[in-house]
């Protein structure tokens, strides 16, 4: 048998991130799909939306690095749910951005506390320095990765 090139996923960044992500949003999400009968990338979208008002389907995406369909499925189902509002530019009719409706910060305004509430209990026995430790160092593999990914694309 040929040797293969060997992955240690115990040691490999993207694996790890994505599972401990995964594992922390699933977490989340059963409080709140329970309550609401909403999916994670439903909240992600209303998430962004409750900060950032006003953005559109593609630039939701752009800040939840979702892919489109994923984005727009849930736009669709937020739309119909009524948790959403879309508006259209008026200089540009194609364009449309979105809003949280009224019933859609009802229960924005429900899940923003269990969603802190969640990330407390979390990081509650890690001590406030490595809190920020962990946060500057997120922020540095943002920046990272935002630099390799245009480094990729100039390839």
């Known amino acids: 048998m040929p040797d293969h090139a060997q992955l ?4 490999f960044l993207p694996y790890r991130l994505s599972v ?4 922390i949003s699933s977490a989340i999400a059963r409080e709140y799909s329970q309550r609401f009968g909403m999916a994670i990338p ?3 979208v209303m998430a962004v939306l409750g900060r950032f008002p006003g953005l559109s389907a593609n630039q939701v995406a752009q800040r939840t690095a ?3 369909v994923a984005v727009s499925r849930a736009v669709a ?5 009524g948790r959403l509002l879309r508006e259209f530019d008026d200089d540009d009719r194609r364009r449309s951005v979105l809003k949280l409706s009224e019933a859609g910060f009802a229960v924005y305004d429900q899940i923003v506390p269990l969603a802190l509430g969640f990330e407390r209990h979390l990081l509650g026995e890690m001590p406030a320095d490595e809190r ?3 946060f500057r160092l997120l922020d540095r593999l943002d920046e990272l990765e ?6 990729s694309a100039e390839d």
Request: proline share 0%.
């Open 8 to 11: 240690d996923l115990d040691r």
């Open 20 to 23: 401990l992500s995964n594992r």
């Open 42 to 44: 439903e909240w992600r």
């Open 66 to 68: 979702m892919d489109k």
């Open 77 to 81: 189902s937020l739309l119909e749910a």
């Open 132 to 134: 920020d430790l962990l």
């Open 146 to 151: 935002l630099r390799a990914e245009s480094g």
